[in-house]
C-alpha cells in the first residue's frame, strides 16, 4: 500500500514538472492542490487501514477454534459432582 502510494505521488510530481514545462506556471494553479489532494488521501487511507487491519484480526481470532478458551456457555452443567454425600 505505501509503496502504491509513493508511485501514485511520484507520477503526479513527474507530471505535473512536465506540464510545467510545457505550459508554464498556470498548471501549477491546477496541480499543486491536486498533488495536495492527492497526499492528503493516501495519508487518510493509511491512517485507517491499522484499525481496520486490528479489527479483522479481532474478528478472524473469534472464530477460531484453537484460540478459543476451553469450556463453554453449558460447559460442566452436565457432570456430576465431585463430592458425594456420606452416609
Given at each position: 500500500?505505501?509503496?502504491?502510494?509513493?508511485?501514485?505521488?511520484?507520477?503526479?510530481?513527474?507530471?505535473?514538472?512536465?506540464?510545467?514545462?510545457?505550459?508554464?506556471?498556470?498548471?501549477?494553479?491546477?496541480?499543486?492542490?491536486?498533488?495536495?489532494?492527492?497526499?492528503?488521501?493516501?495519508l487518510a487511507?493509511?491512517?485507517?487501514?491499522?484499525?481496520?487491519?486490528?479489527?479483522?484480526?479481532?474478528?478472524?481470532?473469534?472464530?477460531?477454534?484453537?484460540?478459543?478458551?476451553?469450556g463453554?456457555?453449558?460447559?460442566?452443567?452436565f457432570d456430576?459432582?465431585?463430592?458425594?454425600?456420606?452416609?
Open positions: 500500500m505505501l509503496r502504491l502510494g509513493a508511485t501514485v505521488v511520484a507520477m503526479e510530481v513527474v507530471a505535473l514538472v512536465v506540464a510545467y514545462g510545457y505550459f508554464g506556471w498556470a498548471v501549477l494553479v491546477i496541480g499543486t492542490p491536486a498533488l495536495v489532494f492527492t497526499t492528503g488521501v493516501l487511507v493509511r491512517a485507517s487501514e491499522a484499525p481496520r487491519r486490528k479489527l479483522q484480526a479481532h474478528r478472524a481470532a473469534r472464530w477460531d477454534p484453537e484460540a478459543a478458551l476451553p463453554g456457555l453449558m460447559s460442566g452443567f456430576p459432582s465431585k463430592q458425594r454425600p456420606q452416609g
